[in-house]
DNA sequence: CTGAAAGCGCTTACAG
DNA sequence: CTGAAAGCGCTTACAG
């Protein structure tokens, strides 16, 4: 059997609470007594259970998850993978959602003030980068909450943690594959984005734009359009800019106006353009499935989630943040290895941890 | 607070151990005790602590792991998930795992008895295609020991699960990603595999075939190299057929043979064919850095391993296994997707579950 | 068929 | 600075 608090409070000859004392580092315990009971926990080879440990605690952990609303397809998929964690109860954590108009950077640091004043342990929030936003997360921080940037990142805050793909290198993946896919087909390629306001979709950009500058002898693209990741307005855009340029050789979608893309192209009659779009969600799969979308990058929102549970939980434990290092993939999706898509959340989703 | 045992017991006005009893759905109730506790559940939406469960069942789990020995670095990086979950304790599980000779039945068969006679409750094994293999498994399921194939699949047994990817699906993709790569370019491919003898290497062999046979006007597909996941021979395969085959145009390899394949590539001047490897390993992933390597298709083994051990618990607990659904997702990597290595197991490995 | 009591591994007031 | 006892939510013998 494992070693128990009993099997060191023994071996070392004191009681079960210093043992706890010592384990939990809190105050109030003799050097000398302290040594005793680390040299057992040592020689014991002794591994807390956690889970006996929350029980005793009887301690539940207040997250909140601050996400954009709107119909933004992905933003929709991670809050449904939010809602389904908290359904399987995550040990001891009760987590709670805000939704809060998209690039909108007052109304995002008002709902992390509130969520701070309502008792959070820890927020989890999509960033939108601007100053109030980092003076709103630099102040839950102070308050002793626990924050983690979800999705896109605000590096210049003091958030704890990233929960999101490097977006850099997903922008340059979508260049190597465009570059890949176009071969030597000739002429400019566009990109459609929702804004430059937030950091997950300029970084994208900036990794795609130096993969196309060094691509062969160099590829123009085209100004940016930014839709807002509203289907309409990114559809009229798409379709000004196919009008336009006649000899458009791609579209790289980077947001989440990707309903909008698709329907501009099937107007346009299917121009046979490489299309890389990212997110799994039920446009760019169908978009995958008829063949107008040839790839799209994605990020597993259930992991994100989760992995920015555990990095709360962790931060709120005073837990060494062991969780911090988990990194989230970028995936890439083509017509053949399309992963089914979930029943409970419409997310993309795989075996899970 | 959420309802516990105690609140369903005072409001169904019985004892703790007859709540016990209906909540675990054992024998030895009354059709009426168990109503009112029933009609108490329902009422008061209790759901079960499962940690708190496993506490006081102080029950643990021995599982068995069967895995490959040998150099091959993909069985190596999943051995090394194994003993990476056993050691954050996978709460209330014991684990241990078991070296077999690869693509060896009788072995195979061997071990799975052996782990039977020894008391495991459930059994993870990389399967070998073979009808001693398919006995063994189904002898164990016949104990009452949970089994669940991992990596490559045997349904012909009655193993209560496949912790893998689809495999057919990942030659497809292979397939597609190679036949856009190559665009026009002229030439037939290479196939080098381990062994026919395992169902992964076969049926991702189905699928590559399938789509090569439909790509343009057809693409040909030489004999498959079978160089049993051993570098050396892969790689003399390999420089043979480069020889022989001088408008070779690209080299799908579906095996471990990878370290062999980038030698024998390097030996031979580096010449310019697509190349797609499974498994991101030590060469795999230097072959993609290098340039040597176009893509590389990929399965998560920390989420095979981790989705296997959900699945035995589940099992052995007599729960229904909601975890049976998980999916283990074909990851496709190119040199601008790669993630960092983890420095614990070597393996590629996203943010967990 | 039903219940009272002890215990799983840990933590938490409360004494001393 | 240290310890004895009760309790977290559940399960398990043991009585009756």
Redesign the pocket.
Known sequence: ?RP??HDIAASAG?????V?RV??AR????AV?RAKVEAAIERLGYV??VA??N?????IYPLVFIIPQGENPFMRGLEAEVRQVDRVTFDRTSISVVNVPPFDAMALAAAIDTAVEDGAAGIAAVAVDAPEVVEAIDRALEQGVAFVTLVSDLASSKRDHFCGVDNVAAGRTAGSLMARFLGDREGPVAVLAGSMLVRDHSERLSGFRAVMADAGRGRHVLDVLEGQDDPVRARALVSRYLAKFPGLAGIYSLGAGNAGLVAALEAAGRPGLCVIAHELTPPTRAGLESGIVDAVLHQDAGHEVRSAIRVLRAKADGVKPVAAQERIRIDIFIRENLPPPDPETGTARAGEG
Chains 1, 2 share one sequence.
């Not at 105050?27 to 003799?30: D, F």
């Not at 029980?55 to 301690?59: E, W």
């Open positions: 059997m128990t608090v004191v009681s079960l609470a210093t706890d384990l939990n105050p109030g315990v003799r007594t807390r259970d006996a440990a029980l005793a605690k009887g301690r």
